[in-house]
């Protein structure tokens, strides 16, 4: 097999898996912060049991997130020695500070994991909360500005074969980093609540009708409803970014072949790689123009400004209107939950609701890996865009098919070994239980 299609083979099967620990890694934080919060300020102990128990299972995430995130830095310069040859030089800046960020995130996560109850006043155990969700943000945000630079770059210059005029900051502060971040901070956040709400929806229709699991829906699903909001205004401006930025990446996922004048916005659709016709799609007029510069006229530029050799693979077009598609659905599922709270609260309890909330969860987390997914086949065939194609940067080495198979080996192994802890940590302590002991009650519903 191709030594560059075993290294794309190798990188996306690992980003696949580690995305999944590394957007816990960056949400729970957040989630526990807010529900410990909630316990303090309503004098609620099942408030504060809720952070309690996710605080348990987020310890297990991120242990593995860190197992998967070293095996990335290793793996670029293992699969992509070229690419390395210039990430080393320009943008390690970031790449050293994600590992304080990580320190920062680890040290104070411990202290919060080993100090419940030993403090007089509750908000002195919520502030040891701040630094871990910080720092699992920062983190978050420090990592990404090293994509958005393969997206972006600057901050150097070659002559000859060699690097200079290296701006480290220029680098890392590219065009693509404000909204590349913020995207990927908010959908973690979503993602984490509605993966919450999954599973507090998961035990409802499981029978347990008790008041904890009644405060921690509402609590996830109302959170993921605003965060799904934030996510799609910032989506929005990712849209109009790549427009400007990277618009054969837009036209692509649009399937935008000629540049157009007012442009349609496609949803679905069959291509015909041929002809280049589309079938079955539904067409928006103008909605492409006004989502890329605000305004239902504007030309929106199309694949026919690209050379063919530039152009991204076209199934991109699926991985985008997935994403979105979730997005959308995950939208109208948490907005209808949060009507029928306030308006009709026997409502609350649907079993076709809780349902539709349960596979919200899922689906919210697919829509990570559609968006990554996306992001980076997106930017075929560079994968330092303008610089370095993805066959000048991989390995020649014979040995790499070998590492693919131990790689997927030990994802297979983490995999496993990681949800049969967690659910085990889960059946091994119900939760009416762990507030027998701690002498927390709690009521039927």
Known sequence: MDTVLISRMMIGITLGFHIIFATLGVGIPFMILLAEWFGMIRKDPQYSLL???????????VAVGVVTGTIIGLQLSLFFPGFMRIAGHVISLPLFLETFAFFFEAIFLGIYLYTWDRFKKPVTHLLLLFPVVIGSGLSAFFI???????????GFTIRNGVILEIDPLKSMFNPATPTETTHV?????????????????????????????????????????VLTLATSIIGDLS????????????AAAEWLFHSESPA????????????????YGIKIPGLLSFLAHDDFHSKVIGLNEFPRDLWPPLFVHYLFDLMVSVG????????????IRYLISRLEWNRWLLRALLINGPLSMLAIEFGWTYAEIGRQ??????????????????????????FCALYLVLGILSSYILMRMASSNPVENEMEKRGVKWNAI
Do not use: H
């Not at 849209?239 to 837009?250: D, I, R, S």
């Not at 065939?381 to 131990?406: D, N």
């Open 264 to 279: 349609d916005l496609l949803i679905g659709g069959v291509l015909d790689p041929v002809t280049q016709q589309v079938k």
């Open 144 to 154: 990404t500005t090293v994509n958005a630079f393969m997206n972006t770059p600057q």
């Open 381 to 406: 065939p560079w994968i330092l865009r303008g610089y370095m194609k993805v066959a000048e940067a991989a390995t020649t080495s014979p040995q790499a098919g070998s590492m693919l198979v131990v």
């Open 328 to 339: 959308i659905f995950s939208a109208a599922v948490t907005a209808f939950f949060v009507c």
């Open 239 to 250: 849209g109009k970014f790549l427009a400007n930025q990277q618009p054969e990446k837009l």
């Open 185 to 225: 901070i908010a959908s973690a956040y979503m993602t984490c609540a509605a993966v919450l709400a999954a599973i507090s929806a998961f035990y409802i229709l499981r029978g347990k009708r008790i008041d904890y699991y009644r405060k921690a829906l509402r609590l996830t699903a109302g959170t993921t409803f």
């Open 51 to 61: 952070a309690r128990r996710w605080a348990r299972g987020y310890s297990i995430t």
